[in-house]
């Protein structure tokens, strides 16, 4: 088997190259958006996808937001089209015809007002696969509401269970809705409606709802709930912080450690590192640690964990942890973990055109994924692109205004 593993050491080196990957030679229309539509095209074009990013041209001329170090707009081309005008929709189309996927995050109805709605797209392609990407889907009582992922979060169920005991629902970021509700059940259904397409020779509508993705995370949470294994009180279950030997406890200089020693053999581990494993005839507060299998003495036990992870720094715990089987790592903050050793020796982060960012994810053997490109102003790539993949008389379509090339520099 080939060894595609990035070089070790920290940000050891950009991932970039020509496309590869095993989604190369899949050609992808990205109508910009924001959010989980933006890293669903990502994700497509890390594992190496020719993805065109359609940019529409305002009034005043082109989007004002910049994107030269927006990540989530890395791997693609920016074409800027005019979907106000006829010929710019005409265009649209015509990057249609040469897709094998378009994605979209409109509210429903507005990709056929503006003319490319899914009727009219798959009949210019039949083989098509047209993903949309919403927080309530195509249809429903709020379909046509605005919306955030916090929003989606708590009416699908899955806000109300996060937090501490006593306490209020926690917002888990934007990362449980919109990216792993929304964008990855997104790519799993266009990824899935392309292996279908291969054998029917047609595509279809992948309608990807966050509130529909974000549900089908919950699966094995309803169902503990179901069977009598989950508390509907937040902070008071094995997973959601009410177990003493799953959470996380601060450490003498303010940082933290994360336990999640949730098997016997782990957790003996555990408190043998923690130095707690003492003879049952000792003298409190040396004496043995409450039985972990006994919810009454939960509050003792977390408060005897607390204070003893209370008496080291952050780095001295996780020494005493590292390469163990106790279930025990530091909580590392996000500006410091690229350079984490295993990530940094997994080539985790990278650091690509100035930017440090995720390096692409999940591995092959075979046909490893890059960066590609780096994030671009808005139309940076329209002559080039609309060339490539052989869309009318771009000269023409400059000078009309159905489109425009932006400076790249």
């Not at 806000?159 to 059940?185: E, T, V």
């Amino acid at each position: 088997m080939t060894d595609t593993t990035p070089p070790s050491g920290p940000l050891s080196g950009p991932l970039s190259g020509p496309l590869s990957g095993p989604l190369s030679g899949l050609r992808v229309v990205e109508i910009a958006g924001i959010g989980p539509g933006p890293f669903a095209a990502m994700l497509l074009a890390d594992l190496g996808a020719d993805v065109v990013r359609v940019d529409r041209v305002s009034p005043g001329g082109l989007q004002s937001l910049p994107q030269e170090r927006d990540v989530l707009a890395r791997g693609r081309r920016t074409v800027a089209i005019d979907l106000k005008q006829p010929d710019g929709v005409a265009v649209l189309l015509e990057l249609v015809e040469r897709a094998d996927v378009l994605v979209e995050g409109f509210r429903p109805g507005v990709a056929e007002r503006l003319g490319f709605g899914p009727d009219v797209c798959l009949e210019r392609n039949p083989r098509l696969v047209y993903g949309r990407m919403t927080g309530w889907g195509q249809d429903g009582p709020l379909a046509s509401s605005a919306g955030h992922d916090v929003n989606y979060v708590a009416v699908s169920g899955a806000l109300d269970p996060i937090g501490r005991a006593g306490g209020p629902p926690q917002i888990p970021m934007n990362l449980l809705g919109d990216f792993a509700g929304g964008s990855l059940y997104l790519v799993v259904g266009l990824l899935a409606a392309l292996l279908e397409a291969r054998t029917s020779g047609r595509g279809q509508v992948v309608d990807a709802a966050i509130v529909d993705g974000t549900a089908h995370l919950l699966t094995m949470i309803t169902n503990l709930q179901q069977v009598g294994a989950w508390n509907d009180a937040r902070g008071t279950n094995l997973l959601d912080s009410g177990a003493p030997f799953y959470d996380v406890y601060e450490t003498s200089d303010g940082r933290w450690m994360s336990v999640g020693a949730l098997e016997p053999q782990f957790y003996a581990e555990m408190v043998r590192l923690l130095g707690l494993d003492v003879p049952a005839d000792v003298a409190l507060p040396d004496s043995p640690l409450p039985d972990r299998n006994d919810p009454r003495v939960w509050p003792e036990l977390r408060a005897r964990l607390a204070a003893r992870f209370a008496e080291r720094t952050q780095a001295e715990w996780a020494e005493v942890f590292e390469g163990t089987d106790a279930c025990v790592a530091p909580v590392v903050p996000m500006r410091d973990a690229p350079q984490h050793p295993h990530l940094a020796a997994r080539g985790t982060y990278v650091e690509h055109d100035g930017v440090v960012q995720a390096a692409p994810a999940p591995r092959f053997s075979r046909t490893p994924a890059t960066l590609g490109r780096p994030p671009a102003r808005p139309g940076a790539h329209t002559r080039e692109a609309l060339a490539a993949w052989g869309v009318g008389d771009v000269d023409a379509l400059v000078a009309s205004g159905a489109v425009v090339q932006n400076d790249p520099s």
